[in-house]
């Protein structure tokens, strides 16, 4: 098991390094000079090759490069002082660590994230597995159908009118905002309960069909007809082999959605007006604030990649073969 783990930890660990020598690569193919964005509208030549030389632009590309490695995971030093691992430089606009910034608005998508993972799981799991224990009824006609009508909907269209009827018109909920975890559990959790809610919706519609087909085929598979010859409850059956059976599909499917689940988090952001990484994102586009857009580039990949390793230690927890491998 933990040769298993460390075996895809390595492999994500290079995958990151190649992002990092892409983003870096993009970064100086730019065709606007870097250092202009720094310099501002009235830029001498003088001040130009100063900004050169502090951001260490005036070194072959290979050796910005290794800089730029380096100061990840030791630090690097710049004129306007010294800036701690993991440095991913300083920004181009307001003259800040970019990895403090990243890291202030990184709870905030990561709440986002995580708790939108957990909800849609339990709900379309549970559902799924409800839909396929009672096959051809009309309960499962109607979560068939009510998750077919959920999966149309999109985040920027539904979240105004979960606004509208929750927050302004009716008053049940309070507006969404981002209260951390530490200060206030309870504040925390309502304050993100519609964002998790609304960015679930579609995640939960496909997996919601997704469970449901699954449990379907393994409840027709030989060793699940064997336990129920053998005289076990209905219930364990379902349970013990058929739900453990269905996981690999779901979780192989989870493992390709975990990009769009954190796409989702940046378009919740802009809707319901919070500020994370995506916000910040499309900020350092708008301001060419390039030191920023990278890190948050990097930030980004290497959670998603993490979220994969995860999902590919619980293949190993939930088929024994995977692990005997």
């Not at 999109?154 to 507006?175: A, E, N, R």
């Not at 990278?294 to 590919?312: Q, R």
């Amino acid at each position: 098991m933990l040769r298993f783990i460390l075996r895809r930890t390595f492999g994500a660990m290079l995958i990151l390094l190649l992002i990092s020598v892409v983003t870096f690569i993009m970064y100086y193919a730019i065709p606007q000079d870097p250092a202009t964005l720094s310099c501002g509208k009235n830029c001498t030549p003088d001040a130009l090759a100063i900004i050169h030389k502090n951001l260490g632009m005036d070194d072959p590309l290979p050796v910005q490069y290794w800089k730029f490695l380096s100061g990840v995971f030791v630090g690097r030093d710049f004129a306007v002082g010294h800036c701690p691992a993991p440095c991913f430089g300083i920004s181009f606009r307001d003259q800040q660590m970019v990895w403090d910034t990243i890291m202030d608005r990184f709870p905030l998508t990561l709440s986002l994230t995580v708790g939108g993972l957990v909800v849609f799981l339990i709900v379309g799991l549970s559902t799924g597995m409800i839909a396929a224990r009672f096959r051809g009824t009309w309960l499962d006609k109607a979560v068939s159908t009510f998750s077919l009508v959920l999966s149309s909907f999109q985040i920027y269209f539904l979240g105004p009118i979960v606004l509208g009827i929750f927050v302004y018109s009716t008053g049940w909920l309070d507006k969404p905002k981002y209260v951390p975890l530490t200060e206030d559990p309870w504040g925390w959790f309502m304050g993100l309960l519609i964002p998790w809610l609304v960015m679930s919706v579609i995640f939960t519609a496909n997996y919601t069909r997704m469970a449901r087909s699954t449990m379907i085929e393994q409840l027709q598979e030989e060793h699940v007809r064997a336990a129920r010859a053998k005289g076990m409850a209905g219930r364990y059956v379902f349970l013990r082999y058929a739900w453990r059976g269905s996981l690999i599909p779901i979780l192989t499917i989870l493992g390709m959605d975990l990009s769009a689940l954190l796409g989702g988090a940046i378009v919740t952001e802009f809707t319901f007006g919070l500020a994370g990484l995506g916000r910040l994102a499309v900020d350092s586009v708008v301001g060419k604030d390039l030191p920023k857009l990278m890190g948050v580039m990097l930030v980004s990949a290497a959670f998603i990649l993490l979220l994969n390793v995860i999902v590919d230690a619980l293949y190993a927890v939930v088929d024994p073969r995977i692990r005997l491998a």
